[in-house]
């Protein structure tokens, strides 16, 4: 089991910075892969970025490459997301969420925090 809770969300204006952190409890987090997802009003949840177990492979979606990044702090149990550049698309609740390899399905979900970015 992995239990999962989301901290850093606030409305910024376009163009500034702001870090999200995940921090888990479970003594699997070592062996999960992470990941943080977003969901906008009146849209459907979408997949942001994810770091695997290991923390040395990273992926995103085309939206944020180059001004999001993910990160694991293992002596913390954290997982990060640091924005940058932010536009007033990027407005949603962002939630962290985590899965066990080889399963696809990602199980464990925080509640969510929420980014506003006004333009």
């Known amino acids: 089991q992995v239990q999962l809770v989301e901290s850093g969300g606030g409305l910024v204006q376009a163009g500034d910075s702001l870090r999200l952190s995940c921090a888990a409890s479970?003594?699997?987090?070592?062996?999960?892969?992470m990941a943080w997802f977003r969901q906008a009003p009146g849209k459907v949840r979408e997949f942001v970025a994810a770091?695997?177990?290991?923390?040395?492979?990273?992926s995103y979606t085309d939206s944020v490459k180059g001004r999001f990044t993910i990160s694991r702090d293992y002596a913390k149990n954290t997982v990060v997301l640091q924005m940058k550049s932010l536009k007033p698309e990027d407005t949603a609740v962002y939630y962290c969420a985590a899965r066990s390899p080889p399963s696809s399905e990602y199980k464990y979900w925080g509640q969510g925090t929420q980014v506003t970015v006004s333009s």
């Open positions: 479970g003594r699997t987090f070592n062996s999960v892969v």
């Open positions: 770091v695997s177990w290991s923390g040395d492979t990273t």
